[in-house]
């Protein structure tokens, strides 16, 4: 037979494809032809840089127990995996749907369970935000205003601290931002898909913390519609497909587990009615906002995480070192950028990108500044994107007006009239954010030769910045005008830069991570705990020893101690104040006497908050019930559902104290008493038997 040659013309797309191939791969170390050759190799080094902060020392991280151990929980049962059951028997829920415990999850699946294993998701996905919103600003405003934004981006003090956790907002940042990027594609093509892409990445991140993932909704509906290259009706028709497509990927796990009977699942843990719609509305919606004076989500807490709530908040002892130092600078360019496209057509990509990035900024702003319920620090994370794409942006836009603002000097007068004042913006906007700067170091003065150093850097950086700026706008040197922006560059950054430093040098609370020394308000000091912070699970505080040693998911974690553990270990201290065992602190005692005594019970212990129970799932690797949710007032456990798991022998022991929190945790507390056989050396602890139940 045969053999017939390949035609000419295959043959020589055969031969081209290597270098094409080649050319590719080159293409993703020295970016395209078009870029700066600075470039692509600024933002591989920015991508270490964030790589490096995210994940020094990542082993020494705790992280936060409440969601280790239900990721723990995770590895050990499919259905625990599922609903995010806080223990692997299924009891109750943590209160966050489960996207997040998912991703830690299947990393501790495939990678063994431990800190590092947990926590290296979060530092992928916090490098891939950087990437991302790279690649966003530089699509409309080129590689300098990326660099600026990326490495903003990267050097936010609280994102560092939340990028080295266990939390979930890593997760819930980059999937917004995914939804961003598909809804900045949509406006430019004016198609329907990367719309629908977008809600579902939006829908994602509801999954990952609910409402907060809505915050940024506004801006999106007004930026597409607004923006998007399509005829008025074929907007509003995408937008209610994309709406759609929202609501289903928003909704699916919250009708899936509402539908499936409360006897088949665990109870959903920070709900009054066992529902997660109510977690949706309630503990993590208006509870959030109204906090505790709200008649819907009423168990919404106090704000004394974050400081008083006001429009001041974000820039008081607490907050402002975590993320306000490049908010004023950010706010004259959003401000500015507006004003400077103000006649571009309807369609112009750069102006809805500014209401994009604008919108995010503000509509985060107003709901951290505002929000009267439960605020931790690092929920501010998800500002930082915002932000960072202003700082980036307005470092390009203010400075090409200055350039044009100081040209004018010397022109026609109606010319000189029209462009004269946007000479003195980046001056102006690169002063008022030296000083805010200095103010925040001035704060922390004394706290280490760091931040001294990096009050000295931004004051000479600023100044140098700003004289310079003014002396190259009145002598035409354009050699001198881009040396001051250089050095307002590092102005702007050597001060978060210095927090972001200490927050990757530092341990840091897994429960709530901040950056930064502390400032008098409980905060700081690598995240160190506080006036006002919710206690973590105790002196081990999860897996310390765990990431280390490299354990399978099949293990136990070890080394750790559940809280309040005297120096050897033996502290025979069962129970305290709070009510079924509330503000319990448990030994490593009582857990080896729990684990020798658990006569095949599926749950080793109930105790009455999620704290002291993912402590002891950390500790002892068993199943353990939480009574009370997180706070304790959780309805998960009542006296007809305690006598039940007694009697199928489910569960044998019960940690109780002389103060009861509600009816029937009273109710429980004296039935125990009557019913049960106290343990004479662990105070609190009481055994229970089938034969116990009348």
Same mark, same amino acid.
């Given at each position: 037979?045969?053999?017939l040659?390949?035609p000419p013309?295959?043959?020589?797309r055969?031969?081209?494809?290597?270098?094409?191939?080649r050319?590719?791969?080159?293409?993703?170390?020295?970016?395209a032809?078009?870029?700066p050759?600075w470039?692509?190799?600024?933002?591989w080094a920015?991508?270490?840089?964030?790589?490096?902060?995210y994940?020094?020392?990542?082993?020494?991280?705790?992280?936060?127990?409440?969601y280790?151990?239900a990721?723990?929980?995770?590895?050990?049962?499919?259905?625990? $995996?599922?609903?995010g059951?806080?223990?692997?028997?299924s009891?109750?829920t943590?209160?966050?749907?489960?996207?997040?415990?998912?991703v830690m999850?299947?990393?501790?699946?495939v990678?063994?369970?431990?800190?590092?294993?947990?926590a290296?998701?979060m530092?992928?996905?916090?490098?891939?935000?950087?990437?991302?919103l790279?690649?966003?600003?530089?699509?409309d405003?080129?590689?300098?205003?990326?660099?600026i934004?990326?490495?903003?981006?990267?050097?936010t003090?609280i994102?560092?601290?939340?990028?080295?956790d266990?939390?979930?907002?890593?997760?819930?940042?980059?999937?917004? /931002?995914l939804?961003?990027?598909?809804?900045?594609?949509?406006?430019?093509?004016?198609r329907?898909?990367?719309?629908?892409w977008?809600?579902?990445?939006?829908?994602?991140a $509801?999954?990952?913390?609910?409402?907060?993932?809505?915050?940024?909704l506004?801006?999106f509906f007004?930026?597409?519609?607004?923006?998007?290259?399509?005829?008025?009706?074929?907007?509003?028709?995408?937008?209610?497909v994309?709406?759609?497509?929202?609501v289903?990927?928003?909704?699916?796990?919250?009708?899936?587990?509402?539908?499936?009977?409360?006897?088949?699942?665990?109870?959903?843990?920070?709900?009054?009615?066992?529902?997660?719609?109510?977690l949706?509305?309630?503990?993590?919606g208006?509870?959030?906002?109204?906090?505790?004076?709200?008649?819907?989500?009423?168990?919404?807490n106090?704000?004394?995480f974050?400081?008083?709530?006001?429009?001041y908040r974000l820039?008081?002892?607490?907050?402002?070192?975590?993320?306000?130092?490049?908010?004023?600078?950010a706010?004259?360019?959003?401000?500015?950028?507006?004003?400077?496209?103000?006649?571009?057509?309807r369609t112009d990509a750069?102006?809805?990108?500014?209401?994009l990035?604008?919108?995010?900024?503000?509509?985060h #702003?107003?709901?951290?500044?505002l929000a009267?319920?439960t605020?931790?620090?690092?929920?501010?994370?998800?500002?930082?994107?915002g932000?960072?794409? /202003?700082?980036?942006?307005?470092?390009v836009?203010?400075y090409?007006?200055?350039v044009?603002?100081?040209?004018?000097v010397?022109?026609p007068?109606?010319?000189?009239?029209?462009?004269?004042?946007r000479?003195?913006?980046l001056?102006? *906007?690169?002063?008022?954010?030296?000083?805010? *700067?200095?103010?925040l170091?001035?704060?922390?003065?004394?706290?280490?030769?760091?931040?001294?150093?990096?009050?000295?850097v931004?004051?000479?950086?600023?100044?140098?910045?700003?004289v310079?700026?003014?002396?190259?706008? $009145?002598t035409?040197?354009?050699?001198?005008?881009? /040396?001051?922006?250089?050095a307002?560059?590092?102005a702007?950054?050597?001060g978060?830069?210095a927090?972001?430093?200490?927050?990757a040098?530092?341990?840091?609370?897994?429960?709530?991570?901040?950056?930064?020394?502390?400032?008098?308000?409980g905060m700081?000091?690598?995240g160190?705990?506080?006036?006002?912070?919710?206690?973590?699970?105790?002196?081990?505080?999860?897996?310390?020893?765990?990431?280390?040693?490299?354990?399978s998911?099949?293990?136990?974690?070890?080394?750790?101690?559940?809280g309040?553990t005297?120096?050897?270990?033996a502290?025979?201290?069962?129970?305290?104040?709070?009510?079924?065992?509330g503000?319990?602190?448990?030994?490593? *005692?009582?857990?080896?006497?729990?684990?020798?005594?658990?006569?095949?019970?599926?749950?080793l212990?109930?105790?009455?908050?999620?704290?002291?129970?993912?402590?002891?799932i950390?500790?002892?690797?068993?199943?353990?019930?939480?009574m009370?949710?997180?706070?304790?007032?959780?309805d998960?456990?009542?006296?007809?559902?305690l006598?039940?798991l007694?009697?199928?022998?489910?569960?044998?022991?019960?940690?109780?104290s002389?103060?009861?929190?509600?009816?029937?945790?009273?109710?429980?507390?004296?039935?125990?008493k009557?019913?049960?056989t106290?343990?004479?050396d662990?105070?609190?602890? #009481?055994?229970?038997?089938?034969s116990?139940?009348g």
């Amino acid at each position: 037979m045969t053999t017939l040659a390949p035609p000419p013309v295959q043959e020589a797309r055969h031969r081209a494809e290597p270098p094409a191939a080649r050319g590719r791969v080159r293409g993703l170390f020295t970016g395209a032809p078009e870029d700066p050759r600075w470039a692509r190799p600024a933002l591989w080094a920015i991508l270490v840089l964030a790589t490096a902060l995210y994940a020094w020392n990542l082993s020494s991280v705790t992280g936060n127990t409440f969601y280790n151990a239900a990721v723990y929980s995770g590895t050990k049962s499919w259905k625990a $995996f599922f609903f995010g059951a806080l223990d692997s028997g299924s009891f109750i829920t943590v209160d966050k749907p489960p996207f997040a415990l998912w991703v830690m999850g299947l990393s501790a699946r495939v990678l063994g369970y431990g800190t590092w294993q947990l926590a290296l998701p979060m530092v992928a996905l916090g490098t891939g935000s950087v990437a991302l919103l790279y690649r966003m600003v530089k699509r409309d405003f080129g590689a300098v205003a990326a660099t600026i934004a990326a490495l903003a981006l990267t050097l936010t003090p609280i994102t560092v601290a939340i990028n080295r956790d266990t939390n979930p907002d890593p997760v819930l940042v980059f999937l917004m /931002l995914l939804g961003a990027a598909a809804l900045m594609r949509a406006v430019r093509t004016g198609r329907l898909l990367p719309l629908v892409w977008s809600g579902v990445a939006i829908g994602f991140a $509801f999954n990952t913390k609910m409402m907060q993932a809505y915050v940024v909704l506004p801006a999106f509906f007004l930026v597409y519609l607004w923006a998007a290259n399509a005829p008025l009706g074929r907007r509003v028709r995408n937008l209610a497909v994309g709406t759609v497509a929202l609501v289903a990927s928003s909704a699916w796990w919250m009708v899936v587990v509402d539908l499936i009977p409360a006897s088949s699942r665990p109870y959903i843990g920070g709900s009054t009615d066992n529902t997660v719609w109510d977690l949706v509305i309630g503990y993590n919606g208006f509870g959030r906002i109204f906090g505790a004076s709200s008649s819907v989500g009423s168990q919404g807490n106090g704000a004394s995480f974050g400081g008083e709530a006001g429009l001041y908040r974000l820039f008081n002892s607490i907050m402002g070192g975590q993320i306000s130092w490049l908010i004023p600078f950010a706010l004259i360019a959003l401000v500015g950028g507006l004003v400077l496209r103000g006649r571009a057509p309807r369609t112009d990509a750069k102006r809805a990108a500014l209401l994009l990035w604008g919108g995010w900024f503000v509509l985060h #702003y107003l709901t951290f500044a505002l929000a009267e319920g439960t605020f931790h620090p690092y929920y501010v994370t998800a500002m930082a994107p915002g932000v960072a794409a /202003l700082a980036g942006i307005g470092a390009v836009v203010l400075y090409r007006a200055f350039v044009e603002g100081s040209a004018a000097v010397g022109v026609p007068p109606r010319e000189r009239i029209r462009t004269w004042g946007r000479g003195w913006v980046l001056p102006a *906007a690169v002063a008022v954010s030296t000083v805010w *700067a200095v103010v925040l170091l001035q704060r922390v003065s004394g706290s280490g030769t760091l931040y001294t150093l990096a009050e000295v850097v931004v004051g000479v950086a600023g100044a140098v910045a700003v004289v310079g700026l003014l002396l190259g706008r $009145f002598t035409g040197r354009q050699r001198l005008t881009g /040396l001051a922006a250089l050095a307002a560059v590092v102005a702007l950054l050597a001060g978060p830069a210095a927090y972001s430093v200490s927050a990757a040098a530092a341990g840091t609370n897994g429960t709530n991570p901040t950056a930064g020394p502390s400032t008098g308000g409980g905060m700081g000091g690598g995240g160190g705990m506080g006036g006002g912070q919710r206690p973590s699970g105790g002196p081990g505080d999860s897996t310390s020893q765990s990431g280390s040693d490299g354990q399978s998911a099949g293990q136990p974690p070890s080394g750790t101690e559940s809280g309040g553990t005297e120096s050897d270990g033996a502290s025979r201290t069962g129970g305290s104040a709070g009510g079924m065992g509330g503000g319990t602190q448990v030994s490593s *005692a009582m857990i080896t006497y729990l684990k020798k005594n658990q006569d095949g019970a599926t749950w080793l212990v109930a105790v009455a908050t999620d704290q002291t129970a993912s402590s002891i799932i950390l500790e002892s690797g068993e199943p353990v019930i939480s009574m009370g949710g997180w706070s304790g007032s959780d309805d998960a456990m009542t006296l007809a559902k305690l006598k039940s798991l007694v009697k199928a022998g489910k569960l044998h022991y019960i940690v109780i104290s002389d103060s009861g929190q509600g009816s029937s945790n009273t109710e429980i507390s004296a039935w125990v008493k009557k019913n049960g056989t106290a343990v004479s050396d662990y105070s609190g602890l #009481y055994r229970l038997d089938a034969s116990d139940v009348g």
